[in-house]
């Protein structure tokens, strides 16, 4: 019996010696999360902050947490192992939601686990799905937390798709591997140039939404958090109405300007940044994503006014369509007015446009541009070896080849969706909610939308009503939506820790 006990040890030893550079690192990151949490106090210094223990008590567990694991590792070697990385990425977005949800549990709004969960995990992710009203009154240090959250989670899916997924071979990411995305010691310098330079352009896009705002007419408190969930394309507002309280065309068409910057490649602009002029609108993912923003509100415009010439107002209208499609299509979840209630086509039209997302390497969610582009190039491959069975084609995205790891990647990736989609909907269904709220609540999730389709969790509604157990299910299914979905498989499977 001695002699087993040792062999398990013995088997279990090297695992948990690996992780210990992923125990300091998360560890780090817990302690960056404790000074986060101490913003909200600070910022409301001047005036009443309701919640000021319940921020401190969460900054201290994410400090105390953070400070046990580096006491634990400092000592132990960094060597982070590849497959080790699986492990980082997925273990850390779920601990930090479930951290980031302290201080609305701990509050005094009274929510129960489940929803403080939902309500950090939709920060975090930048999904923008709610349990919460009342919006208008809540407790402004409250209101921070949450624009700061999504903050903070758009600079970090930033660095995760530039630097991390590349480097795990995700759902076609390789295709946007660039030396950041190289974990040796080579490339380690430019890895921290380009994240400096992600981090200055993060911040000056912010700073410049902020003061956009606060000039339009904006309150500096609403500029400020509206400035911060615009370019983190998250969504979180200060009012229940959304976006619909300020009433102003400029601020809708200054808000779907941000939403676009924040959906487009971040490291383009680092590159425009130095000088590389040209190279943001050279890029295949970002003509047709502002192609798709300028068509597809334009044609729906003139169905609106088509349907309602009477009572339609051309301008107002188009204003308020391009504004409410762009916050779907960027996967941000402002809304303007409850765009559900266009009529059938406007109702078709909203759900398919929540798979396509951003760009790769934004702080958009969905499906991303590229993958659609990706699956046009190999049905026309197909469809010319139908016709030249002989002929040898090569694939180029971007003036790069595509190798059929690429493809395999994507079409894994793509199955993997659909299939959690199909998943989550039937648990959903199971817990007896409709067929709307079922598919595009777990459609809403996967592609961190924020508001879904329906009179429940629609743009006019909040997830407040659904079942406990719903609010679980639809926050695992944002956390593994933002996660891309096959890390998150591959850290699930048996084969991973066998091997």
């Given at each position: 019996?001695?002699?087993?006990?040792?062999s398990?040890?013995?088997?279990?030893?090297?695992?948990?010696r690996n992780l210990?550079?992923v125990?300091?690192?998360?560890?780090?990151?817990?302690?960056?999360l404790?000074i986060?949490?101490?913003?909200?106090?600070?910022?409301?210094?001047?005036?009443?902050?309701?919640?000021a223990?319940?921020f401190a008590?969460?900054a201290?567990?994410?400090f105390?947490t953070?400070?046990?694991?580096?006491?634990?590792t400092?000592?132990?070697?960094?060597?982070?192992?590849?497959?080790?990385?699986?492990?980082?990425?997925?273990?850390s977005?779920?601990?930090?939601?479930l951290l980031?949800?302290?201080?609305?549990?701990?509050?005094d709004?009274?929510?129960?686990?489940g929803?403080?969960?939902?309500e950090?995990?939709s920060?975090?992710?930048?999904?923008?799905?709610?349990?919460?009203?009342?919006?208008?009154?809540?407790?402004?240090?409250?209101?921070?937390?949450?624009?700061?959250?999504q903050?903070?989670g758009?600079?970090?899916?930033?660095g995760m798709?530039?630097?991390?997924?590349p480097?795990?071979?995700?759902?076609?990411?390789?295709?946007f591997?660039?030396e950041?995305?190289?974990w040796?010691?080579?490339?380690l310098?430019?890895m921290?140039t380009?994240?400096?330079g992600?981090?200055?352009?993060?911040?000056?896009?912010s700073?410049?939404?902020?003061?956009?705002?606060?000039?339009?007419?904006?309150?500096?408190?609403?500029?400020?958090?509206?400035?911060?969930?615009?370019?983190?394309?998250?969504?979180?507002?200060?009012s229940?109405?959304?976006m619909?309280k300020?009433?102003?065309?400029?601020?809708?068409?200054?808000a779907?300007?941000f939403?676009?910057?924040g959906s487009m490649?971040?490291?383009?602009?680092v590159?425009?940044?130095?000088g590389?002029?040209?190279?943001?609108f050279?890029?295949?993912q970002?003509r047709?994503?502002?192609?798709i923003?300028?068509?597809?509100?334009?044609l729906?415009?003139?169905y609106?006014w088509?349907?309602?010439?009477?009572?339609?107002?051309?301008v107002?209208?188009?204003?308020s369509?391009?504004?409410?499609?762009?916050?779907?299509v960027?996967t941000?979840?402002?809304?303007?007015?409850d765009?559900?209630?266009?009529?059938?086509?406007?109702?078709?039209?909203?759900?398919f446009?929540?798979f396509?997302?951003?760009?790769?390497?934004?702080?958009?969610g969905?499906?991303?541009?590229?993958?659609?582009?990706?699956?046009?190039i190999?049905l026309?491959?197909?469809?010319?070896?139908?016709?030249h069975?002989?002929a040898?084609?090569?694939?180029?995205y971007?003036g790069?080849?595509?190798?059929d790891e690429?493809?395999?990647?994507?079409?894994?990736?793509?199955?993997?969706?659909?299939?959690?989609?199909l998943?989550?909907?039937?648990?959903l269904?199971?817990?007896?909610?409709?067929?709307?709220?079922?598919?595009?609540?777990?459609?809403t999730v996967?592609?961190?939308?924020?508001?879904?389709?329906?009179?429940t969790?629609?743009?006019?509604?909040?997830f407040?009503?659904?079942?406990?157990?719903?609010?679980w299910?639809l926050?695992?299914?944002?956390?593994?939506?933002r996660?891309e979905?096959?890390?998150?498989?591959?850290?699930?499977?048996p084969a991973?820790?066998?091997?």
């Amino acid at each position: 019996m001695y002699s087993d006990a040792v062999s398990l040890f013995s088997r279990l030893e090297r695992p948990l010696r690996n992780l210990n550079p992923v125990i300091f690192i998360m560890s780090v990151i817990f302690i960056l999360l404790s000074i986060f949490m101490t913003l909200p106090v600070l910022l409301l210094v001047t005036s009443e902050s309701p919640n000021a223990m319940a921020f401190a008590e969460s900054a201290a567990i994410c400090f105390g947490t953070g400070l046990l694991g580096i006491l634990a590792t400092y000592r132990q070697a960094r060597d982070l192992k590849p497959r080790y990385m699986f492990v980082l990425t997925v273990s850390s977005w779920f601990i930090i939601a479930l951290l980031s949800s302290l201080p609305f549990y701990l509050s005094d709004l009274g929510l129960t686990l489940g929803e403080a969960f939902f309500e950090g995990t939709s920060g975090i992710t930048t999904t923008g799905a709610t349990v919460l009203t009342g919006l208008d009154t809540m407790d402004q240090d409250l209101l921070l937390w949450r624009s700061v959250l999504q903050w903070i989670g758009g600079i970090g899916i930033i660095g995760m798709f530039v630097a991390v997924l590349p480097f795990l071979r995700v759902g076609g990411m390789r295709l946007f591997a660039t030396e950041s995305s190289e974990w040796t010691d080579k490339a380690l310098p430019r890895m921290k140039t380009l994240s400096r330079g992600l981090l200055l352009v993060y911040v000056a896009f912010s700073v410049l939404a902020v003061t956009t705002y606060w000039l339009s007419g904006m309150s500096l408190f609403d500029a400020f958090n509206h400035g911060l969930t615009s370019i983190a394309t998250g969504g979180f507002s200060t009012s229940d109405l959304s976006m619909g309280k300020f009433d102003s065309n400029l601020i809708l068409l200054e808000a779907t300007l941000f939403m676009m910057i924040g959906s487009m490649p971040f490291f383009l602009f680092v590159r425009e940044m130095h000088g590389q002029h040209g190279v943001l609108f050279r890029d295949q993912q970002v003509r047709l994503f502002v192609t798709i923003l300028l068509v597809v509100p334009a044609l729906l415009t003139l169905y609106r006014w088509y349907v309602s010439p009477v009572e339609f107002d051309l301008v107002n209208g188009y204003v308020s369509t391009l504004f409410n499609v762009t916050s779907v299509v960027t996967t941000t979840g402002y809304a303007s007015e409850d765009y559900s209630a266009w009529g059938p086509l406007a109702f078709v039209l909203f759900f398919f446009l929540m798979f396509i997302g951003g760009c790769s390497g934004s702080t958009a969610g969905g499906m991303k541009v590229f993958r659609f582009q990706l699956s046009l190039i190999v049905l026309r491959e197909q469809l010319m070896r139908l016709l030249h069975p002989r002929a040898v084609f090569t694939r180029n995205y971007n003036g790069r080849a595509v190798s059929d790891e690429i493809i395999a990647s994507m079409i894994a990736y793509t199955f993997i969706f659909l299939l959690c989609l199909l998943i989550i909907t039937v648990a959903l269904a199971a817990l007896q909610l409709d067929f709307i709220t079922s598919l595009s609540g777990a459609l809403t999730v996967l592609t961190n939308v924020g508001p879904a389709l329906g009179d429940t969790i629609g743009p006019a509604g909040t997830f407040a009503p659904l079942p406990e157990l719903a609010k679980w299910i639809l926050s695992v299914g944002m956390l593994m939506g933002r996660l891309e979905i096959l890390s998150v498989v591959i850290v699930l499977s048996p084969a991973f820790w066998r091997s």
